[in-house]
């Protein structure tokens, strides 16, 4: 969440920022509310104040009035008018209050002042590249009908048991799926300095509102039917991010960084129709998130070496890839900046997203109230918050078996998986 004191004292200053990700500020509304806002709060003050004094002079009154033999009935009741419009001024001002933060709650993050403009995924800009495509001697085959060849990968069984957009996997597709995430977390622990941690896939709302899922996106979200108001996580993120909740972190604690690996369930109700083969998007996946809790003034540069972390997973599968900034248009609510490291997809001719890589500053640690104790002043300032996918790993497998393809329908291994996949240096 933005600051609420920063919006409401310098509303056309955010509409304009927010304009860059195509989010029209309502600033009249703003106006409006706090216009009534300050009615009510000023309402509020007087009548405490009267209370307050008349509370002081109330005890004098009384005595005075019993001792001349007066009904001191009215003083009472005076005092009980005061308290009841008290309450009820406090409880106009807390409903006011709810709405503001209900509006306030759908406001994106600002975007960083380098954040590119454009409208769509089409206006990101490239940052860099890494590999070169590979040159095919045959006729290329996408990760579907490999892992049909091999019946390795089957998603007829996976619709019979499920649906649409899941996935069964066998064998050596299976085993390389998990030496994926092993070799994942193993890397971002010992190389990056990321302490590994497990979570639950299930949260509460307190948790999704926290990131930013709630209240915008429910509609994304899969709520279990049930009276305590549980959803599956669509992401690590998540669980992760809400270890902080209503903390405060020591300085000498930061920078805290986590990696984790969870499956993730999404809706996908806004992608009907769009990438329904195989395993681009799927109701069920898993992913290694990389998270970070920092320093508001390390947060910056935080977000290019978690980027280089990802990055890292695909140099060393030998997978070629671009990196690029989104443009305010693509940009996430939540995120004030993000890097989209995409992997080259020989079916396709193309490369696709495989990691997000966002630097939300405070907007999160807001909502959640995580915070961490500036040992200069003492007291608890907001923390900022990163994250990123280290990798997605059903996107990652698909990859690897497309760019890794034989002419004859196997799929090697990368000499980097080879040891977690108990030496086996081919599949099919």
């Not at 308290?83 to 409880?91: L, M, P, S, W």
Request: with cysteine.
């Amino acid at each position: 969440m933005l600051d609420p004191k920063l919006v409401r004292s310098e509303p056309e200053t955010i509409a304009e920022k927010l304009a860059v990700k195509g989010f029209t500020l309502d600033v009249e509304k703003l106006k409006e509310l706090e216009g009534i806002r300050r009615q009510l709060q000023d309402k509020a003050q007087t009548l405490q104040s009267e209370r307050n004094a008349y509370a002081k002079s109330m005890g004098k009154a009384i005595g005075e009035a019993k001792s001349k033999g007066e009904d001191i009935a009215p003083l009472k009741a005076k005092g009980e008018e005061l308290k009841k419009a008290c309450n009820q001024a406090e409880e106009e001002l807390g409903e006011l209050h709810g709405k503001l933060e209900n509006y306030l709650s759908g406001i994106p993050n600002i975007p960083d002042a380098e954040v590119p403009s454009g409208s769509s995924e089409g206006d990101n800009v490239e940052v860099h590249s890494w590999g070169e495509p590979r040159q095919f001697d045959f006729e290329v085959k996408d990760h579907v009908d490999l892992g049909a060849d091999s019946g390795l990968l089957d998603f007829e069984t996976a619709a019979k048991i499920t649906g649409s957009r899941f996935a069964v996997m066998r064998g050596g597709i299976a085993r390389m799926h998990r030496a994926l995430v092993q070799f994942m977390l193993d890397t971002h622990e010992s190389e990056h300095g990321y302490q590994e941690i497990n979570v639950p896939y299930v949260v509460n709302r307190d948790s999704l509102y926290g990131t930013g899922q709630l209240p915008k996106f429910e509609e994304d979200l899969f709520k279990l039917e049930d009276d305590r108001g549980f959803y599956l996580i669509p992401t690590a993120e998540v669980p992760v991010t809400n270890i902080y909740r209503d903390e405060i972190i020591d300085a000498d604690q930061l920078p805290v960084k986590f990696t984790c690996h969870t499956p993730c369930f999404r809706s996908e109700a806004g992608s009907y129709g769009k990438d329904t083969r195989g395993m681009i998007r799927q109701h069920q996946f898993e992913k290694v998130e990389l998270v970070q809790f920092v320093k508001p003034q390390e947060s910056t540069e935080v977000l290019e070496q978690l980027v280089g972390h990802a990055e890292a997973i695909l140099q060393k599968l030998s997978l070629p890839y671009r990196t690029v900034i989104l443009c305010g248009g693509d940009l996430g609510f939540s995120a004030a900046r993000t890097y989209d490291i995409e992997v080259w997809l020989p079916s396709q001719q193309r490369y696709r997203e495989i990691s997000s890589c966002s630097n939300f500053r405070d907007f999160q640690a807001r909502r959640l109230k995580a915070r961490w104790r500036n040992p200069e002043t003492g007291k608890p300032e907001l923390l900022n918050t990163l994250n990123g996918s280290g990798l997605a790993i059903g996107r990652t497998l698909l990859a690897v078996m497309e760019n890794y393809q034989q002419a004859d329908g196997s799929i090697e291994v990368p000499e980097v998986l080879h040891s977690y996949m108990g030496g086996q240096t081919k599949i099919g």
